[in-house]
Nanobody, 123 residues
Framework: QVRLVESGGGLVEPGGSLRLSCAAS????????MGWFRQAPGKRREFVAS????????YYANSVKGRFTISRDNAKTTVYLQMNSLKPEDTAVYYC????????????????WGQGTQVTVSS
C-alpha cells in the first residue's frame, strides 16, 4: 500500500508561482509512474502532468504546458509540481497520483491517490 501526502498548496495572485510536493511511502517509489491531477468545484478530476519512472519522460495537459513542470527525486521518494504564471482557472484541489501501469493519461490508470491540496489563484 502506497501512501501519498501532498503539501505546498495555498493562495497566490495571478501570475504568481507555487511548488507542490508529494511525499510517497510504503512502496518502491521508482516502480511507479507519478503524476498530478486537479479538480475544480463542479468539474471532473482532470489530468495535469505525469513523469516516467526514471524521470526522463514527462507529459502535460495542454492547459498547463509551458507553465508547469513536473519532476521527481527517487532518492527522496518525492514528486514535485512547479507551477508558474498561475491563472484563476488553475484554482482547484491538486491530487498526487501513482500508477504501476504503462502510462498515466487518465483517472483509470491511477492505483493510488493522495488526499489533495488546495490551490487558489485570486487577487
Amino acid at each position: 500500500q502506497v501512501r501519498l501526502v501532498e503539501s505546498g498548496g495555498g493562495l497566490v495572485e495571478p501570475g504568481g508561482s507555487l511548488r507542490l510536493s508529494c511525499a510517497a511511502s510504503g512502496g518502491t517509489f521508482s516502480n511507479y509512474i507519478m503524476g498530478w491531477f486537479r479538480q475544480a468545484p463542479g468539474k471532473r478530476r482532470e489530468f495535469v502532468a505525469s513523469i516516467s519512472r526514471s524521470g526522463i519522460s514527462r507529459y502535460y495537459a495542454n492547459s498547463v504546458k509551458g507553465r508547469f513542470t513536473i519532476s521527481r527525486d527517487n532518492a527522496k521518494t518525492t514528486v514535485y509540481l512547479q507551477m508558474n504564471s498561475l491563472k484563476p482557472e488553475d484554482t482547484a484541489v491538486y491530487y498526487c497520483a501513482a500508477s504501476l501501469k504503462s502510462a498515466m493519461a487518465d483517472r483509470g490508470a491511477v492505483d493510488y491517490w493522495g488526499q489533495g491540496t488546495q490551490v487558489t489563484v485570486s487577487s
